[in-house]
């Protein structure tokens, strides 16, 4: 049996009765615990790779953490997923030069580039690149409120023949679970996460 993981997931309809109710209670506690829903974080094993979802930080910060679960010995391959980002400038190379520039070897290094507009796509582009490496394991590396949303499209898109994976949050300096009412860009970044787990949930 896998270990526990951390972060419950809700139905959709449970977490907007608790947030229409902690907003009119006034309850920060039952606020806070909605903001953690938006997060999943599993205990960590050796896998096949470490999978970079895009969507990167100015600073880089997806990459420095997977840089770090690399170093760890945690899984022998990067893959870093990306979309063009600017004339014959693509995230996905962006991504790659950080991280040799942080230490993890080229050979090491695949660089997955697409078009996606969405999870939802991105996860039908790189599942497949995932399963054509023989990988049966993956530790999935994005932002901390991205990561419950990510693992549900990218567990759905592999399904029963795989890879599973692991998710391990970045902290992202545009949300914080606890007190994230009370900062207007974490409060953005709620929302807009939450829509998207909306939209997903009526996509499926």
Do not use: C
């Not at 920060?28 to 909605?34: H, Q, T, Y």
């Not at 990218?154 to 914080?176: C, H, I, R, V, Y």
Request: net charge positive; no cysteine.
């Amino acid at each position: 049996m896998s270990p526990a993981r951390k972060g419950r997931r809700w139905p959709l309809w449970g977490v907007v009765i608790v947030i229409i109710a902690a907003a009119v209670a006034g309850l920060p506690p039952a606020l806070s615990a909605v903001g953690r829903t938006l997060i999943v974080e599993d205990p960590l094993r050796p896998a096949g790779a470490i999978l970079v979802l895009g969507g990167e930080t100015r600073e880089g910060d997806r990459v420095a953490h997977a840089a770090q679960l690399y170093k760890r010995g945690l899984a022998p391959l990067l893959v870093l997923s990306g979309t063009p980002v600017g004339f014959r400038t693509h995230e996905a190379d962006i991504m790659r030069r950080h991280a040799e520039f942080l230490g993890v070897p080229a050979e090491r290094i695949l660089a997955v580039k697409h078009n996606a507009d969405s999870t939802r796509e991105e996860a039908g582009l790189v599942v497949p690149v995932l399963r054509s490496r023989g990988l049966k394991e993956v530790i999935l590396v994005t932002s901390n409120y991205h990561t419950a949303r990510a693992m549900r499209i990218f567990s759905k898109a592999a399904g029963p023949s795989g890879p599973t994976f692991l998710a391990s949050p970045m902290q992202d300096g545009n949300f914080e679970p606890e007190g994230w009412w009370m900062t207007r860009r974490h409060a953005k970044t709620f929302l807009y996460e939450a829509i998207k787990t909306v939209w997903s949930a009526i996509e499926d």
